[in-house]
């Protein structure tokens, strides 16, 4: 089982960014999947989820109507687009799968994680 996070990098104030997280391993429909970001000097924190049945999306206020979450099930592989992108939204970006209940905004919830992707947003 594992996750392979990609597309960071560095990008100006109000641009855009996709990034994509690679799976193998594992039935990638039945996983709830997530992002979460990591700032420096900061604790790691929910950006969004999407469950497994692909129908039900959340994100954190701080990134609502900025981001999209999405999955294509049939090339494995979980996407996150961000636009509008602001110098607080630097961060290392993870991407995460579970396939057990429980509270997705939460890291206590998934036990898959990928390598994390950074990006870096200059004002």
């Known amino acids: 089982v594992q996750l392979q996070a990609s597309g960071g990098g560095l990008v100006q104030a109000g641009g855009c960014l996709r990034l994509?997280?690679?799976?193998?391993?594992?039935?990638?429909?039945?996983?709830?999947l997530g992002w979460f970001r990591q700032a420096p000097g900061k604790e790691r924190e929910f950006v969004a989820f999407?469950?497994?049945?692909?129908?039900?999306?959340r994100y954190a206020d701080s990134v609502k109507g900025r981001f999209t979450i999405s999955r294509d099930n049939a090339k494995n592989t979980l996407y996150l687009q961000m636009k509008s992108l602001k110098p607080e939204d630097t961060a290392v970006y993870y991407c995460?799968?579970?396939?057990?209940?429980?509270?997705?905004?939460?890291?206590?919830?998934?036990?898959?994680w990928g390598q994390g992707t950074e990006v870096t947003v200059s004002s």
């Open positions: 995460a799968a579970t396939s057990t209940i429980g509270l997705f905004t939460k890291s206590e919830a998934y036990d898959v």
């Open positions: 994509s997280c690679a799976a193998s391993g594992y039935p990638f429909s039945t996983y709830t």
């Open positions: 999407i469950h497994w049945s692909g129908g039900a999306t």
